[in-house]
């Protein structure tokens, strides 16, 4: 049998009673002994702070923004298969195949979108496409997630788009704009509480 003697504050000593095995001294420093704090059960923090409704909700957002990166993605790959051609003829061409009169207000807008984009340098455009892709898929990521930084993205990038969408609403009034700029405040207004839900957690 072994004894462990020793002042509490100090080291403990093994001291073996019997002779014939006696050995060595041997001093078991105090960092080796479990402390109650170490043996103490731990409680495993939640994986996410969504609830079932609310991370449908949150995947819902998701999709739909990675559905946004994708389209931007295909347009950006359309407009490169189309550099080598006249798109402003093209566009022309569309607008009167479907019906409409190019020099109408609508058509003479779309034309003129489609003679700025022209000017911008191209490479400043794809620069451009490739960012919102990325930002979208990013956003979508997080999101699906649940991640916090996900959350705030969303956030932060839907709300900027609010003051331009009011003010095309404003001046092009229709039950589509009305619609973009209601689904635009629905998804920021409940990101911003899920972000005030976890700050109060």
Known sequence: MVALQGPPSGPAVVRWPNARHW??????????????????PTRPLPRSTATGAAQNALRTIAAFEAFKGMLALIASLGFLSLLHHDLHHLVTALIGHIGLNPGDHYPAMVLGSVDQLLATPHRTLLLLAGAYV??????????????????????????????????????????????????????????????RQRRRA
């Open 23 to 40: 050995q060595p001294e041997r001093t078991l420093p105090h960092h080796t002994m479990p402390s109650r704090e170490a043996t103490a």
């Open 134 to 195: 990325l930002l979208r898929w990013l956003e979508a990521y997080g999101l699906w997630n649940t991640r916090p930084w996900g959350e705030w993205l969303g956030a932060l990038s839907g709300a900027l788009y609010i003051p331009f969408e009011l003010r095309h609403f404003v001046h092009q009034p229709s039950w589509l704009n009305a619609a973009v700029v209601l689904l635009n405040l629905l998804v920021v207004g409940f990101l911003g509480w899920r972000l």
